[in-house]
């Protein structure tokens, strides 16, 4: 049974720091591109970084200098690094897994998210 599962979330003031973290299971980690979505209320769902299966890093430019994102292939687990935090990344964060064949995701998997809130 495949399984993604979220943790880190919680209230934060602005400036601070977080690290979400995701763990997986029931799949062969290593061979899919982990991410990491956001959704705040009324918005529609936006990629927030991605790291692919050889570590390659790709960031949304309003978290670019701010998040980081890292893999930890023998554990199952993926983070993100979140510092510097604004209200504006007030959000539901989802841990995303995908199987890439070139540019097409064969198989597509979703934790059930992480509230994080920043506010003073």
């Known amino acids: 049974q495949v399984q993604l599962v979220e943790s880190g979330g919680g209230l934060v003031q602005p400036g601070g720091s977080l690290t979400l973290s995701c763990a997986a299971s029931?799949?062969?980690?290593?061979?899919?591109?982990m991410s990491w979505y956001r959704q705040a209320p009324g918005k529609e769902r936006e990629l927030v970084a991605f790291?692919?299966?050889?570590?390659?890093?790709n960031y949304a430019e309003s978290v670019k200098g701010r998040f980081t994102i890292s893999r930890d292939n023998a554990k199952k687990l993926v983070y993100l690094q979140m510092n510097g935090l604004k209200p504006e990344d007030t959000a539901v964060y989802y841990c995303?897994?995908?199987?890439?064949?070139?540019?097409?995701?064969?198989?597509?998997?979703w934790g059930q998210g992480t509230q994080v809130t920043v506010s003073s």
């Open positions: 029931g799949f062969t980690f290593s061979s899919y591109v």
């Open positions: 790291i692919t299966t050889i570590g390659s890093t």
């Open positions: 995303n897994a995908q199987y890439m064949i070139g540019s097409v995701a064969l198989n597509r998997y």
